[in-house]
Nanobody, 126 residues
Framework: QIQLVESGGGLVQAGGSLRLSCVVSGSTFSMFAMGWFRQAPGKEREFVAAISFSGARIQYSDSVKGRFTISRDNPNNTVYLQMNSLKPEDTAVYYC???????????????????WGQGTQVTVSS
């Protein structure tokens, strides 16, 4: 059974940093792209960042570009999201997701991901 478990969320002041981790089990981790999405209260889930299976291709949403960094450790089945210069508008539940297919197209659309973690809360105070 494929499981994705996020950790690293919490409460931080604006300007601070957090690093989210997502450990994947029950899957050939290194063969699939991984993504991070977030959902704030009353809003739709939105794309944050994604990384291809090899790490050669990376994408960010405009809202986090230059502040967040996605990376992966294939031998340890883990994907990370380093979040710096956090803003109150970054407050959301953050989800990691594994691509459904090895031949992912855009990496930014939630329908391209078939496995999701339970989410971790990130709260940024002003």
């Amino acid at each position: 059974q494929i499981q994705l478990v996020e950790s690293g969320g919490g409460l931080v002041q604006a300007g601070g940093s957090l690093r989210l981790s997502c450990v994947v089990s029950g899957s050939t981790f290194s063969m699939f792209a991984m993504g991070w999405f977030r959902q704030a209260p009353g809003k739709e889930r939105e794309f944050v960042a994604a990384i291809s299976f090899s790490g050669a291709r990376i994408q960010y949403s405009d809202s986090v570009k230059g502040r967040f960094t996605i990376s992966r450790d294939n031998p340890n089945n883990t994907v990370y999201l380093q979040m710096n210069s956090l803003k109150p508008e970054d407050t959301a539940v953050y989800y990691c997701a594994r691509a459904t297919n090895m031949n992912i197209v855009t990496m930014t659309e939630s329908h391209e991901y078939g496995r999701w973690g339970q989410g971790t809360q990130v709260t940024v105070s002003s």
